[in-house]
Nanobody, 123 residues
C-alpha cells in the first residue's frame, strides 16, 4: 500500500489549504486513515483521523473547529481541510493508514505512511 500526500504550501495566518492523500489500494490494514504533523525538533503529533467504513472522525483538541477530515471512497482519497491557520500549525503533514481504530492518536498504531507535505504559515 502506498500513500501520496499533496496540497501543502505557504500561506498567511488565517489562510486555508486542502490537503489530499491518495491510497494505492484499500485493504484490511487501511480501515483507519490518519493525518499527523511533525515540526523540526518535535515529536509526530496526531491531527485527525477517519474510518473508511462509516466516516467516524477524530480530532486533536488543538485543531477542532478549524480542520475537517473527509474521504472519497470512489477515489481512495482522504482530505484534510485546514482553515484559520496559525504559525504554530507549520509542520510537515503526513497521512497514514491503520488496521484498528483503537489508539488512533498513536503513531505506532499506523502501518503505512506517506511522504508528507509541507505546510508553512507566516505571521
Amino acid at each position: 500500500v502506498q500513500l501520496q500526500a499533496s496540497g501543502g504550501g505557504l500561506v498567511q495566518a488565517g489562510g486555508s489549504l486542502k490537503l489530499a492523500c491518495i491510497l494505492s489500494r484499500l485493504t484490511t490494514s487501511t480501515n483507519l486513515m490518519g493525518w499527523f504533523r511533525q515540526a523540526p525538533g518535535t515529536e509526530r503529533e496526531f491531527v485527525a483521523g477517519i474510518r473508511w467504513r462509516d466516516g467516524v472522525t477524530y480530532y486533536a483538541e488543538s485543531v477542532k473547529g478549524r480542520f475537517t477530515i473527509s474521504r472519497d471512497a470512489a477515489k481512495n482519497t482522504v482530505f484534510l481541510q485546514v482553515n484559520s491557520l496559525k504559525p504554530e500549525d507549520t509542520a510537515v503533514y503526513l497521512c497514514s493508514a491503520a488496521r484498528h481504530y483503537d489508539n488512533y492518536a498513536m503513531p505506532a498504531s499506523y502501518h503505512y505512511w506517506g511522504q508528507g507535505t509541507q505546510v508553512t504559515v507566516s505571521s
